[in-house]
């Protein structure tokens, strides 16, 4: 029996527009370090960056029908990676809603025009 190594939780709007929410969370994973692999109007899917031979996961942002769906699921296969999935999703939450206090929605549409011309 293989363990499910990846972490998933539902978030909501919180009071943006899916563009705001998505510059936002492009913004946060960039504070993160994260790389992203693909881009559109409605998430991203981005890998964290720990280095060669540490633990990396994949990370995908799916905003559907004013639901957030992230998950963090392991590109290895240690124990260790339902734990540290649940924490790259938490570290997600956290950045997100302190940069979330620091840029207006105004702020956010500029960000998400930039973002656009990357759209997959």
């Given at each position: ?11 909501s709007l919180?009071n943006l527009?899916t ?6 969370a ?8 994260w ?19 540490a633990w990396n ?13 992230i ?8 124990l ?17 809603r302190?940069l979330?206090n620091?840029?207006s929605?105004e702020?956010?549409?500029p960000?998400y025009?930039?973002?656009?011309v990357?759209?997959v």
């Open positions: 029996m293989e363990l499910a190594q990846k972490h998933i939780e539902q978030l919180e527009t563009a705001e929410y998505l510059a936002l492009i913004e946060t994973s960039n504070l993160l370090g790389v992203f692999g693909n881009i559109n109007e409605i998430g991203f899917i981005a890998y964290t960056n720990n280095g060669l031979f996961a994949e990370i995908k942002l799916k905003i559907l029908e004013g639901i957030v769906k998950q963090s699921e392991s590109r290895g296969n240690e260790i990676d339902v734990r540290e999935n649940k924490k790259n999703i938490q570290k997600f939450i956290t950045t997100f302190e979330k620091t840029l929605p702020e956010l549409i960000i025009e930039k973002l656009k990357h759209f």
